[in-house]
């Protein structure tokens, strides 16, 4: 898939989501909710004691009041639609970085919590990496709490089934392709090992081919030397 339109759909996915956030935010909030109450309730005991021309104040007061709602809620629609993009890139750039085909994110995301059983076999626990893209070739890292690395291999795979996965071979950090969005976190401890939490983070992920040279080069220059000595 070429990259270009590979990043744009990734936009154009969360454009609907950020367009009814930024709607919602002011409407669907505490604050709001307790006043909109607190006007019904106010109401309906002005209702249940007024007489006939109080109550015809009243209702043309919220008659007025609600038409402005409904013309502030279609202004704000239109706003939060054209606000969407600036805050998908915006989002998007505070979490990290694209290179090309690869996109590295500033501090490793949390992709999955597991709570692992120590059976002296290798256990199999799939997450779903929800930030990277479908299929796309992914980096992860992983930590144990407690660190019972010592007596444990651990890594990150797609499909692929590990074998034995010796003691101490595997340290949690690996790069596999995504099944979808799916990946299968894969842990060894020794029987007698007591329980562990791991915690599996993405570090990037790659569009395409993984082996692309999508960095930057540089050059070194030797400090100009004073000959005035």
Same mark, same amino acid.
């Given at each position: 898939?070429?990259?270009?339109? %590979? ?17 919602? =935010?002011?409407?669907? &909030? ?7 109450? %607190?006007?019904?309730? !106010?109401? +309906?005991?002005?209702? #249940?004691?007024?007489?006939?021309? =109080? ?13 402005? @709602?409904?013309?502030? +809620?279609? !202004? ?5 639609? $054209? ?13 990290? *970085?694209?290179? #090309? &085909? *690869?996109? $590295? ?6 992709? !999955? ?23 796309? @070739?992914?980096?992860?890292?992983? +930590? ?5 690395? &010592?007596? %444990?291999?651990?890594?990150?795979? /797609? ?7 010796? $003691?101490?071979?595997?340290? /949690?950090?690996? !790069? +596999? *392709? ?6 299968? @976190? ?11 939490? %791991? *915690?599996?983070?993405?570090?990037? @992920?790659?569009?395409? &081919? ?20």
């Amino acid at each position: 898939m070429d990259v270009r339109s %590979a990043r744009a759909k990734r936009y154009l996915r969360r454009i609907p989501g950020a367009a009814i956030r930024e709607f919602c =935010e002011p409407i669907f &909030n505490r604050g709001q909710v307790l006043t909109f109450v %607190a006007a019904v309730i !106010g109401l +309906t005991l002005i209702l #249940r004691t007024a007489g006939p021309l =109080e109550r015809d104040a009243q209702a043309a007061s919220w008659a007025t009041g609600i038409l402005a @709602f409904t013309y502030a +809620t279609c !202004g704000w629609a239109l706003i939060s639609i $054209i606000r969407a993009p600036l805050l998908v890139i915006s989002a998007e750039r505070a979490k990290g *970085r694209w290179h #090309r &085909n *690869r996109f $590295i994110y500033h501090e490793p995301l949390l992709a !999955g919590v597991i709570r692992c059983r120590a059976t002296g076999e290798v256990e199999h626990y799939p997450f779903v990496c929800a930030d990277a893209e479908p299929d796309c @070739f992914a980096y992860f890292s992983a +930590t144990l709490d407690p660190d019972v690395s &010592n007596r %444990a291999s651990f890594a990150v795979g /797609g499909l692929v089934v590990m074998g034995l996965m010796q $003691i101490g071979a595997f340290h /949690g950090t690996s !790069g +596999t *392709r995504l099944h979808g969005r799916k990946a299968i @976190f894969s842990i060894r401890m020794l029987a007698d090992t007591i329980s562990t939490t %791991a *915690r599996v983070y993405c570090r990037g @992920f790659v569009i395409g &081919n993984p082996d692309e040279m999508d960095g930057q080069s540089g050059t070194f220059h030797l400090p100009a030397q004073d000959r005035s000595t």
